[in-house]
């Protein structure tokens, strides 16, 4: 039976907006189906008269709030930061962990997040003393993984607990040097008569999670689940709160992960890690590009070689394009790592500017290894494994092409081409497509055996495969 004593209201997931009845549309910030039930206490009367009359009678000029003087503050980097010794984590957050700040993880299920963040225990326990707190497993299930992944158990403390107002006493008492907590999901605050993982929890107990963190200079890692639309569950203020905001990514049917940063106080949202789930944990994928062109197949139609830039680091990808006849009185398009309505665009425009008409083709775009396309130097290789499928014709094994392509076809230059080719010279390709105006940006002799093909527009870099 409902106690007559608490109230039922709806709070909007994105904003944190209230209202006494459920909208289709959060009259806050206009998001569609946000606004999810919770239930709470009605603050007391007397608590509303004190709190009315502790604001009256306050007296100006009086605080027990101190401040410090910017200059006194260290910020030397050995201080600042803990090295993970993980170096692809470490790459995504920006050269290490912060103290005191607070970073939330989220991933599908299955997807390695627990993994990663025990594996990171063990590597950081080895100066420092860690505290992992585990609200969906008990500590003996989390022993039993620690031995399967080899990993030091001396300095890393278990704790299986639900209740934030004891997690954060423990943390207060002990003061480790990182805390891990698995996951906010589960974490209950007793002040708070909604029950876990609603909005009003979430929420309280991140903002309890924080205050400590950042009073303590403690370093604190949060578990975050999704929802079906890949999305951290909870309101979006949990994501405006913390330090950092990292997703795990990777397909449950391959063994690649990709460690995301979607924010970052302390580093660029640019840089990616990648891993290799292994049945002796995550471990660490330092040549990415070598990797993803393995068992590449050699001599067949429809497959280009691009390079994307994720942070400063080139990594090439196959891009894989297949344009069959269609049964259908409309021709299917799907991709798979790549933008939808990108793709599109580029069809039009090779239709319209280079004069090869895909109409009545189903074309299907795939890009190996689980990993997505997101920059627009990759237009190019896109274009030429389509046209490549389209006439049957094998690009070069050794060819990469890299360039955006506008709409009138033309071949527009891209960033960081330096880094680009000798990213490609290095794994061994010997012909590069670019961007004729960006070759003056290159010294052509630091590329000895890559030779270097500029191409002005779509139907120049067309032609090009076909003498090669």
């Not at 963040?117 to 003996?140: H, I, K």
């Not at 950042?214 to 975050?224: M, N, Q, R």
């Not at 990108?342 to 319209?352: D, Y």
Request: hydrophobic content about 40%.
């Amino acid at each position: 039976m409902k106690d007559p004593k608490l109230k039922t209201i709806y709070v909007c997931s994105e904003c944190g907006e209230t209202s006494p009845r459920w909208m289709g549309r959060c009259p806050a910030c206009g998001a569609w189906n946000t606004m999810t039930e919770d239930v709470v206490a009605p603050l007391p009367k007397a608590g509303r008269a004190a709190k009315g009359a502790a604001g009256t009678t306050r007296q100006p000029g009086v605080t027990s709030l101190t401040a410090q003087r910017l200059r006194d503050i260290s910020t030397t980097e050995e201080k600042s930061r803990i090295i993970t010794h993980i170096g692809e984590l470490d790459r995504v957050l920006g050269g290490g962990i912060v103290l005191g700040s607070v970073v939330l993880l989220g991933g599908e299920p299955g997807a390695g997040k627990s993994t990663l963040l025990l594996q990171l225990c063990g590597a950081v326990s080895q100066d420092l003393e860690v505290l992992y707190v585990t609200g969906e497993e008990s500590t003996r299930q989390i022993k039993l993984r620690a031995n399967r992944l080899g990993v030091e158990q001396e300095n890393i403390t278990l704790a299986a607990e639900t209740d934030i107002n004891e997690i954060c006493g423990l943390i207060e008492q002990t003061k480790p040097n990182l805390v891990v907590i698995d996951s906010i999901q589960t974490m209950h605050c007793s002040d708070v008569s909604s029950s876990s993982g609603s909005v009003s929890q979430v929420k309280e107990c991140t903002a309890r999670l924080l205050a400590v963190a950042k009073s303590l200079e403690i370093p604190t890692f949060i578990v975050g689940h999704v929802n079906k639309d890949g999305a951290i569950a909870g309101p979006k203020v949990m994501e405006h709160i913390v330090d950092t905001v990292l997703y795990f990514e990777g397909d449950k049917t391959l063994p690649y992960r990709v460690l995301r940063a979607v924010k970052n106080r302390y580093g660029s949202t640019n840089e990616i890690g990648m891993f290799d789930m292994t049945g002796e944990g995550l471990t660490e994928i330092e040549n990415p590009s070598q990797l993803l062109l393995e068992g590449r197949p050699l001599g067949i139609s429809g497959n280009c070689v691009a390079c994307t830039m994720e942070g400063t680091r080139p990594i090439l990808s196959e891009v894989q394009a297949l344009a069959a006849k269609t049964s259908l009185s409309t021709p299917r398009r799907a991709c798979s790592g790549y933008d939808y309505n990108r793709a599109s665009l580029l069809l039009a425009v090779l239709e319209k500017r280079a004069g090869f008409y895909f109409g009545s083709l189903d074309v299907y775009i795939n890009i190996v290894g689980g990993l997505r396309l997101d920059e627009t130097a990759c237009d190019l290789a896109v274009c030429l494994a389509m046209v490549s499928s389209l006439l049957d014709t094998p690009i070069g094994d050794k060819t990469i092409a890299v360039g955006e392509v506008g709409l009138s076809g033309e071949i527009r230059s891209v960033t960081h081409l330096e880094n680009r080719l000798r990213e490609a010279q290095r794994i061994g390709f010997t012909r590069a497509i670019v961007p004729k105006h960006s070759l003056s940006q290159v010294d052509v002799a630091n590329f000895g055996g890559l030779q270097l093909i500029g191409v002005s527009y779509l139907r120049d870099a067309i032609k090009a495969i076909k003498q090669g």
